[in-house]
């Protein structure tokens, strides 16, 4: 599982990409509408900002502003165009339903979302390629040292690594105490470079510009000799505090009356990010159930001839934050267990009948979740809800269990693609679905939605794990 992050500011450089796209998105239909001949207006002017707002939004929702150093350029290029291409269909249903269409030229139009998804990607290109170059060269870098050898003080080195753009460049760990006492060795990258009073006479020479303090809080003495002797440099210093070391569940910063906190468990979406996802769900499901509408109707009418009893089977699980759902699936048994003792589905079980052992071998069985998904119960992508009598089973045998229900649950999920879907007949099978689940609530993005259903295609047509 990828080291846990705080969701925080920004990097100046993610604060100009946005900037720049939004120029860009403004310039292109100016420009279109020049060559076509037409007169912008002011419904140019709102043309662009409303494209400019949902195109931001879109791109914030599928990661592109989010640093990823290990993502290719041909990646970047596909969520830029993705989003672009996304935000053309907003505007083509505004367009629609405000019947604005009929005051822009075709020709400009058209121009416009050619010339839009050019520049974008060439400008993120261009970008990405002035990063790496003014990096190398040291340019806007920021020398930095790490007071204290720790599992915690590594993860920090890491992640600097990881995010380029933030232009911090560990030069070395320092520490008192002797090697035999670290939690880890010192990479080959920022190896160890003396006690905390070689930190000082460093930062004094101007060796140093930034010292980061991952201490452990019991080490306040040492903390406190840090703050001090630097106290009359011009050296930045950040205190790193060591509750990072525990298991967060998508932290970020926030403000209660003046007073800095920093969340332990939460939501991913929040603001602007759960109502992207939303609208994502809504449009999606309603879509779906429209052109699946004559195969589900087909399907009911096979589970209703293969035996008796209902074409739809109710079961309570647990939905956002353990709030008890209805969730929907076709019959595929002879029984209906919903009570406080429900048994897995296993290989060849008698329960299940031939039309069932189907259904539930190529996921056809989930299609009515669309209509928790439409209702707002259920989402397209999350972890996979649980049989009530599971979670209270599970819940007390596996650390963290009930974080899993910080979002909604979902109709396929990450741990379902990479794997763990079907039955979980041992304690370490539940224990890697639930820790799957955890990192795609800290690493949640409309980009990781788009990339899980598309895999899911590709899983259910091989799996052999749905009994």
Same mark, same amino acid.
Not at 24 to 37: D, E, F, H, K, N
Not at 111 to 127: P, R
Not at 298 to 319: E, N, T
């Given at each position: 599982?990828?080291?846990?992050?705080?969701?925080?500011?920004?990097?100046?450089?993610?604060?100009?990409?946005?900037?720049?796209?939004?120029?860009?998105?403004?310039?292109?239909?100016?420009?279109?509408?020049?060559?076509? $001949?037409?007169?912008?207006?002011?419904?140019?002017?709102?043309?662009? !900002?409303?494209?400019?707002?949902?195109?931001?939004?879109? !791109? %914030?929702?599928?990661?592109?502003?989010?640093?990823?150093?290990?993502?290719?350029?041909?990646?970047?290029?596909?969520?830029?165009?993705?989003?672009?291409?996304?935000?053309?269909?907003?505007?083509?249903?505004?367009?629609?339903?405000?019947?604005?269409?009929?005051?822009?030229?075709?020709?400009?139009?058209? $121009?416009?979302?050619?010339?839009?998804?050019?520049?974008?990607?060439?400008?993120?290109?261009?970008?990405?390629?002035?990063?790496?170059?003014?990096?190398?060269?040291?340019?806007?870098?920021?020398?930095?040292?790490?007071?204290?050898?720790?599992?915690?003080?590594?993860?920090?080195?890491? *992640?600097?690594?990881?995010?380029?753009?933030?232009?911090?460049?560990?030069?070395?760990?320092?520490?008192?105490?002797?090697?035999?006492?670290?939690?880890?060795?010192?990479?080959?990258?920022?190896?160890?470079?003396?006690?905390?009073?070689?930190?000082?006479?460093?930062?004094? *020479?101007? #060796?140093?510009?930034?010292?980061?303090?991952?201490?452990?809080?019991?080490?306040?003495?040492?903390?406190?000799?840090?703050?001090?002797?630097?106290?009359?440099?011009? !050296?930045?210093?950040?205190?790193?505090?060591?509750?990072?070391?525990?298991?967060?569940?998508?932290?970020?910063?926030?403000?209660?009356g003046g007073l800095p906190a920093v969340s332990v468990f939460e939501?991913?979406?929040?603001?602007?990010?759960?109502?992207?996802?939303?609208?994502?769900?809504?449009?999606?499901?309603?879509?779906?159930?429209?052109?699946?509408?004559?195969?589900?109707?087909?399907?009911?009418?096979?589970?209703?001839?293969?035996?008796?009893?209902?074409?739809?089977?109710?079961?309570?699980?647990?939905?956002?934050?353990?709030? %008890?759902?209805?969730?929907?699936?076709?019959?595929?048994?002879?029984?209906?267990?919903?009570?406080?003792?429900?048994?897995?589905?296993?290989?060849?079980?008698?329960?299940?009948?031939?039309? $069932?052992?189907?259904?539930?071998?190529?996921?056809?069985?989930?299609?009515?979740?669309?209509?928790?998904?439409?209702?707002?119960?259920?989402?397209?992508?999350?972890?996979?809800?649980?049989?009530?009598?599971?979670?209270?089973?599970?819940?007390?045998?596996?650390?963290?269990?009930?974080?899993?229900?910080?979002?909604?649950?979902?109709?396929?999920?990450?741990?379902?693609? #990479?794997?763990?879907?079907?039955?979980? %007949?041992?304690?370490?099978?539940?224990?890697?679905?639930?820790?799957?689940?955890?990192?795609?609530?800290?690493?949640?993005?409309?980009?990781?939605?788009?990339?899980?259903?598309?895999?899911?295609?590709?899983?259910?047509?091989?799996?052999?794990?749905?009994?």
């Amino acid at each position: 599982m990828s080291s846990p992050t705080i969701h925080s500011a920004d990097s100046p450089v993610a604060l100009l990409r946005r900037a720049l796209d939004a120029l860009t998105i403004g310039v292109s239909l100016y420009t279109s509408q020049w060559l076509a $001949g037409q007169d912008p207006s002011d419904r140019s002017m709102l043309a662009i !900002a409303v494209a400019a707002l949902l195109y931001v939004l879109i !791109a %914030e929702s599928l990661g592109v502003y989010r640093s990823d150093h290990a993502r290719t350029a041909n990646t970047d290029l596909t969520m830029v165009l993705g989003s672009w291409l996304t935000t053309v269909l907003g505007l083509a249903l505004l367009g629609f339903f405000f019947r604005q269409g009929e005051h822009f030229a075709r020709s400009s139009v058209l $121009g416009w979302i050619v010339l839009t998804g050019s520049l974008l990607g060439l400008q993120h290109m261009l970008v990405r390629i002035v990063l790496q170059i003014m990096l190398a060269r040291g340019i806007g870098t920021r020398r930095c040292a790490i007071a204290g050898v720790n599992d915690l003080g590594l993860r920090l080195f890491q *992640s600097a690594e990881a995010s380029p753009e933030f232009g911090f460049k560990m030069v070395g760990f320092f520490d008192d105490r002797t090697s035999e006492r670290w939690d880890v060795q010192p990479p080959s990258g920022c190896p160890y470079l003396g006690k905390l009073q070689e930190l000082e006479r460093r930062v004094r *020479s101007g #060796e140093i510009d930034t010292v980061f303090v991952v201490l452990p809080m019991r080490a306040e003495a040492r903390i406190r000799w840090i703050l001090n002797a630097l106290a009359d440099t011009t !050296a930045n210093v950040y205190i790193v505090p060591d509750f990072f070391v525990f298991e967060l569940l998508h932290s970020r910063w926030t403000s209660l009356g003046g007073l800095p906190a920093v969340s332990v468990f939460e939501s991913p979406l929040y603001g602007v990010d759960g109502w992207v996802k939303r609208v994502f769900d809504f449009c999606a499901a309603a879509i779906g159930l429209v052109l699946l509408a004559p195969l589900m109707l087909i399907l009911a009418l096979l589970v209703k001839w293969s035996s008796p009893g209902p074409v739809f089977f109710r079961q309570r699980r647990y939905g956002l934050d353990g709030r %008890e759902i209805w969730v929907w699936k076709f019959r595929t048994m002879r029984t209906c267990d919903n009570g406080p003792i429900v048994r897995q589905a296993t290989k060849d079980d008698p329960r299940i009948t031939p039309i $069932g052992r189907i259904l539930r071998r190529t996921s056809l069985d989930e299609l009515p979740q669309l209509f928790n998904v439409l209702e707002g119960s259920m989402s397209l992508v999350g972890p996979r809800p649980h049989a009530t009598a599971h979670n209270e089973h599970y819940r007390k045998l596996i650390r963290g269990y009930m974080l899993r229900h910080k979002v909604k649950p979902g109709i396929t999920g990450l741990a379902q693609v #990479e794997g763990y879907r079907g039955e979980t %007949e041992t304690l370490e099978k539940m224990q890697k679905r639930v820790q799957y689940d955890h990192q795609y609530i800290q690493q949640w993005s409309l980009w990781l939605d788009i990339k899980i259903l598309f895999r899911t295609l590709w899983v259910v047509w091989r799996q052999e794990t749905a009994y």
